[in-house]
């Protein structure tokens, strides 16, 4: 039997050494406002794990990602862990927006800016961009993430790093934005981890072009004004803030309809996005 070792347990995602890999293992816990709820989302885990590995080989070209294999892990992380190899991350949420929503929407409302971004005015909730942009954020250990400057990246991370990262964030939300398309799904944003390697390149890591990492929206449903349709998770968030929850832990358990439909739609957009009928590994 494969022995591991448990490092960390993330809101989603438990870390595990294994004879000088990492495995990353994606559960079916989900997670809203930075605070997990009780309630799983079945298949959610592998679902995620899936779309990342069919992603990370489109891109492969592109930018060396973390994976070292999505098959050789144990049993009992069948579907939903990958071998990885180990990463120095980089301290930045590389985040690419192309419409305005979520807390881009907010910062824009108070500023008319995004991360230090000037937007035309008028924009309302669900407009596309006149261009995508990135829009980075400090990776907080505990807590919220909070919007930084393209400028705060350099400052932290060096002039050639930060110019690197937004180049690739944006070159990855705009061709995995333009192949969704095809299938009829909005790519409205995305975040994107990198890190290190061991001889010092820059890598892929994390997740890449998730329901949990992106916002995911059916174009024949677009309307800019309103709150938008969406394969991801906000469903969830906009259930849990219509029960008057307050945003701090515990967070409140799900209902089985609500989980099913989040389920229906994190597999509809995997389905969609990669052309494969999804089949449950367990």
Sequence with gaps: MTRVKHL???KVRDLYSDDGDLLLVASDRISVYDVPLPTPIPDKGALLTQLSVWW?????DLVPNHLVSATDVPAEFAGR???CRPLTMIKVECIARGYLSGSGLREYQRSGTVSGVPLPAGLVEGSALPEPIFTPTTKAEA??????TFDDVVAQEGPDTAERLRELTLRIYREGAAHAAERGIIVADTKIEFGWDA???LTLGDELLTSDSSRFWPADAWEPGRPQFAFDKQYVRDWATSTGWDKTPPGPAVPDDVVEVTRQRYTEAYERITGLTWRPTA
């Design 8 to 10: 960390h347990a993330g």
């Design 56 to 60: 990370f080989d489109r891109f492969r």
């Design 143 to 148: 807590g919220h993430d909070e919007p930084i």
């Design 199 to 201: 001889e010092g390149n």
């Design 81 to 83: 862990g990958v071998r």
